[in-house]
């Protein structure tokens, strides 16, 4: 009988994510003696009782590894590659409902009953989980991004949440997502626009290119994010042009001009649906 290696421990540990329960390492064939000699050598470490992880494993896993909570809300949104409005902070975690005492963890502590049950190998919330604390930690705008950025890469479906037991603020976050925006401030819109009453379509295609929003029949707003310079750039001129001659107005604005200066973007898009602009003729 071949006994699994050290080295094929190292690259099980690494393929479940960095870490693992040393149950489930033995459950796959490897001996307590093996576990022993990659943590005596450095090749791996114990960060806690009945655990066993990577040396080089992220501070934030390796944390909630050894206080046995959950990573959750913002700080699983950025392990899944959501849009997030701001990523900075100290840790979200979540601690089951049974749990008592005091959690010793430099971290936003989410108590509660999960959604999604999880299974007790894993330190990572599931996605709806990490959406369902989202919802009620985050300002509606904020959130509603962050949803729609897991809509969007497929992560989760809108028929599958709406049968989860979701609270009051997942429920209004719910009723406003949609899969279509591609990114953060295009979700903003959807709301900041709503009160004039006009139809808004995100994330379309017109004449060969895919435009951020479509306000109307004819006005098309399209936010420049950082990647709008150089050849980008002058593909984007060059398609507003495009859009004139065929009819349609452009509003090109800028992410700092959403984020910080909103009043002044709403002025000019209001100015314009004055001036009929967003209508057909």
């Not at 699983?76 to 601690?95: C, K, M």
């Not at 006005?219 to 420049?224: A, F, G, K, S, T």
């Not at 310079?229 to 452009?250: C, F, P, T």
């Amino acid at each position: 009988m071949v006994v699994p290696s050290a080295a094929e421990l190292v690259q099980l540990v690494r393929a479940q994510g960095g870490y693992a329960r040393t149950t489930l390492i033995t459950q796959h064939g490897f001996s307590r003696r093996t576990i022993e000699s990659a943590v005596s050598e450095g090749s791996l470490t114990r960060p806690r009782r009945g655990w066993i992880a990577a040396p080089d494993l992220a501070p934030t896993l390796r944390d909630a590894v050894k206080t046995g909570v959950v990573i959750t809300c913002r700080t699983a949104a950025q392990h899944y590659r959501l849009w997030l409005h701001d990523a900075s902070g100290r840790p979200h975690v979540a601690v089951p409902e049974s749990r008592t005492g005091k959690v010793r963890v430099a971290a936003k502590v989410h108590w509660g009953a999960p959604l999604v049950p999880h299974s007790p190998d894993e330190v990572i919330d599931p996605i709806e989980n990490t959406l369902g604390y989202i919802a009620e930690c985050e300002p509606f705008e904020r959130a509603l991004a962050t949803w729609d950025s897991a809509l969007n890469k497929g992560l989760v479906q809108i028929d599958a949440l709406s049968r989860l037991p979701l609270r009051p603020a997942a429920r209004r976050v719910l009723a406003s997502a949609t899969p279509f925006a591609d990114a953060g401030l295009e979700t903003y819109l959807r709301p900041r626009l709503r009160w004039l009453r006009q139809p808004l379509r995100v994330q379309i295609w017109i004449h060969g290119h895919r435009v951020d929003a479509l306000l109307g029949d004819r006005l098309v707003l399209q936010i420049d994010g950082r990647h709008h310079v150089g050849a980008q750039r002058s593909e984007d001129i060059k398609h507003d042009a495009e859009l004139m001659l065929l009819g349609y107005h452009v509003i090109r604005v800028s992410y700092s001009q959403v984020m910080f200066d909103w009043p002044a973007v709403q002025d000019v898009i209001t100015r314009a649906v004055a001036q009929g602009l967003h209508v057909a003729r």
